[in-house]
């Protein structure tokens, strides 16, 4: 089955404690990103990459670390979690623009930072 | 930049009934234009897109929207809904810019159906 997996699904931390959230997908797309989404704010892109090695920052990135070190996978790491980052995040893929491609998401992944 | 402005934030409506659900977007190019649903815990399902073309889409669920260039607009309708309905919506467009295939999402309409 065609999908994006996000893990974990909840998380609940503590200030400063650094944490990977997960990113799978299994439909060889070339582009991916991260979303978060706010009460009032709707979603808002964190970070995003067009390939292996190739990322770069969304509208919010303060805070966030990306990697792409193999196409299916972009994990996020919040290298010191602040509770300004309780948000429920979403990982999405896509193939790249020139085939009307839409972006598949993941379930979503809420954290709690303390 | 491009932005999506949802004007409700809630709509209740009555099972059975009529729905709309407005979205009116700022894009300067051809706007590649979404519809999702977030129900209740879960994440977001693709409900419809307009890329280019016939200008009334048809979506998932029994869901259509229609493209409207001159108000820049791209309202979501259902002729009845059903409880199962209930659940937020959001529009979004879709920007391509050096590569970065952005969705810009409205803040989202929760919808709410009565018996």
């Known amino acids: 089955e065609a999908q994006v997996t996000q893990n974990p699904r909840y998380l609940i931390t503590v200030t400063g404690k650094k944490l990977t959230v997960t990113c799978s997908q299994n439909m060889n797309h070339e582009y991916m990103s991260w979303y978060r989404q706010d009460p009032g704010l709707g979603l808002r892109q964190i970070y995003y990459s067009m390939n292996v090695e190739v990322t770069d920052k969304g509208d919010v990135p303060e805070g966030y670390k990306v990697s792409r070190k193999e196409k299916r996978n972009f994990p996020l790491i919040l290298e010191s979690p602040s509770p300004n980052q309780t948000s429920l995040y979403f990982c999405?893929?896509?193939?790249?623009?020139?085939?009307?491609?839409?972006?598949?998401f993941g379930p979503g992944t809420r954290l709690t930072v303390l | 930049a491009q932005s999506v402005t949802q004007p409700d934030i809630h709509i209740t409506v009555s099972e059975g009934a009529s729905l709309e659900l407005r979205c009116n977007y700022s894009?300067?190019?051809?706007?590649?234009l979404f519809w999702y649903v977030q129900s209740p815990g879960q994440g977001l399902q693709l409900l419809l897109k307009y890329f280019s073309g016939d200008t009334l889409v048809q979506g998932i669920k029994g869901f259509e929207a229609e493209f409207k260039r001159s108000q820049s607009s791209f309202n979501l309708r259902k002729p009845s809904v059903h409880w199962s309905d209930a659940a937020e919506y959001f529009c979004?467009?879709?920007?391509?810019?050096?590569?970065?295939?952005?969705?810009?999402f409205g803040t989202g309409t929760r919808l709410t159906i009565i018996p």
């Open positions: 999405a893929s896509s193939l790249l623009r020139g085939s009307y491609n839409e972006q598949f």
């Open positions: 894009y300067g190019a051809t706007p590649y």
């Open positions: 979004a467009v879709e920007s391509s810019n050096f590569g970065n295939e952005k969705l810009t």
